[in-house]
């Protein structure tokens, strides 16, 4: 949800409106694909990061407004806590040596940024979930001061008709309750987004779904949550559970999260706005004055802001998007996946992985989506987020295989190949690459840092275990130095 909304309260009308609008729009959307020329395919690497904000002890710092007034730059914008905030950087061609220029870019707007918010007692960590929140650090009152997050918590919570229950599972055991969707802002995540056309979509998405498992278990950087030590990846669950929309009934009657990985491989990028639109309520039926098909017949391409609104409430792994940029439209598919950090040669790498893997996989001669069932693909993501470096994942013609041979043995060689197809210079795939490399050679990424560097510090109570932990992890995450070199405790 990526535009700011007004404080309102809907009507039965407003909400009328606007599934008339969707209706419309999805008309629009569909004569667009068969008439209109999109922007084609686009190699570059665009990015998001989202990170939490601590003080000078490591512990949440609720001052983003501060932080940003501070920082004073366009790319940077507030996120759901207000231990938040997000970079947003501009796509970057991957050609030569674009990926390193992409990387330095990265650095030195965070560098900048972390200056500057050391001016008003404030630190940036890029992190999956920041080990020092506590509960009591998650409620409404901790919510951005903006008004679409207050609107947003109040739809949810409408719909649900009752507080979120967050129940994880892992090597301990988190079962409580929250007043609000503040729990959300626990999720700081890397986005990364890849331009394709229509004719494309589809098999990059198919794609993109079918190495949302791999690209977990090497990324995980999650394992605490409210103290507690559960998933590799409690992003995953936790986001889930979070926004969910449902109270117990609808969950045992089957209706969908609004966190979803889907439910089918698809044949077009038209299958999961309709989709959007068939199986998820609006959560803020908010309508633009302009109507998409009389801009189509005025020979303009519609905005179609109902359409994309909705869809910014529909938290899909990997996400559609459709944006008009100078009078043209175009289609991404965002990748959602991935955890902040640890490190920018981290995040370079994991890029790196995802965009090599994305040029040869989508334009397979028997791609791996007819050779492996969604559930597959799915059980894959859930057992990555659970298990990490130590999950064993389903692969067509390996069968079950543990993380390190899947990767080692066939998606690094296809990461090289698309890399070196997209003109990428062979040291610098090979330096990001490697950093991959090593991560499945020595067992360690994000996840398994933090819980081996807790647990030399097992004679400390867990709180101030978790605070040491987090500030050598900021020591070490502006070394720039990849996780894999970190030594323990």
């Known amino acids: 949800m990526g535009r700011d909304v007004p404080a309102m309260v809907f009507s039965r009308e407003d909400r009328r409106r606007y599934r008339d609008k969707i209706r419309r729009s999805l008309d629009a959307l569909a004569r667009m694909l068969r008439e209109l020329t999109f922007e084609s395919d686009h190699p570059r690497a665009g990015l998001e990061i989202e990170l939490n904000l601590v003080d000078e ?14 920082i004073a730059r366009p790319d940077w914008a ?42 008003v007692g404030g630190h940036l960590v890029m992190i999956g979930i920041l080990p020092t929140l506590r509960e009591e650090d998650v409620h409404e009152g901790t919510l951005s ?47 990364l987004h890849l331009q394709v056309s229509p004719e494309t979509f589809a098999a990059n998405w198919n794609a993109a779904q079918a190495i949302a498992g791999p ?21 995953i669950p936790l986001f889930q559970q979070a926004t969910d929309t449902r109270p117990a009934e609808l969950k045992a009657q089957g209706v969908r999260p609004r966190v979803w990985f889907g439910e089918r491989w698809i044949t077009s990028v038209f299958d999961l706005f309709e989709e959007n639109a068939r199986y998820f309520p609006p959560l803020l039926p908010l309508c633009d004055e302009a109507d998409p098909q009389e801009e189509l017949s005025r020979g303009l391409p519609p905005t179609l802001g109902e359409l994309t609104l909705h869809n910014g409430t529909v938290y899909r792994w990997n996400r559609p998007v459709y944006a008009v940029v100078d009078g043209i439209p175009h289609l991404r598919v965002e990748n959602r996946v991935l955890p902040a950090g640890p490190t920018v040669a981290d995040v370079a790498a994991n890029a790196a992985f995802y965009y090599g893997l994305m040029r040869v996989l989508p334009y397979a001669e028997r791609p791996v989506w007819t050779r492996m069932s969604f559930a597959a693909a799915e059980d894959n993501l859930y057992t ?23 990767i080692l043995r066939r998606l690094l060689p296809l990461a090289h190949e698309g890399l070196e197809l997209r003109g990428v210079g062979a040291e610098v ?26 647990d030399a510090l097992a004679g400390l109570d867990r709180h101030e275990a978790l605070r040491r932990m987090t500030l050598r992890y900021i020591e070490h995450m502006h070394t720039n130095q990849p996780v894999h070199t970190w030594p323990s405790m």
């Open 57 to 70: 002890r490591g512990e949440p710092a609720m001052k983003n407004a501060e932080v940003l007034a501070a």
């Open 78 to 119: 507030t996120e759901l806590g207000q231990f938040n905030i997000e970079i947003n950087v501009l796509p970057e061609p991957l050609e030569g040596e674009g990926a390193l220029r992409l990387e330095q870019a990265v650095r030195d707007r965070l560098n900048h940024a972390e200056e500057r918010a050391h001016t």
């Open 145 to 191: 001061a903006n008004s679409r997050y207050k609107l947003l918590n109040e739809q949810i919570f409408a719909a649900r008709g009752e507080d979120l229950h967050l129940s994880i599972e892992g090597d301990e055991i988190l079962d409580t309750y929250a007043d609000s969707i503040t729990p959300e802002a626990a999720c700081t995540s890397l986005q």
């Open 215 to 235: 690209q977990v278990a090497l990324a995980a950087n999650s394992p605490f949550l409210f103290g507690r030590r559960l998933w590799h990846e409690t992003r």
């Open 384 to 406: 990555a987020a659970r298990h990490g470096l130590g999950a064993r994942l389903y692969w067509p013609g390996l069968g079950e295989a543990s993380v390190s041979e899947l």
């Open 429 to 454: 795939r090979d330096r990001l690459l490697t950093i991959i490399e090593r991560r499945c050679v020595t067992g360690r990424n994000g996840a398994t840092w933090q819980i081996e560097a807790v």
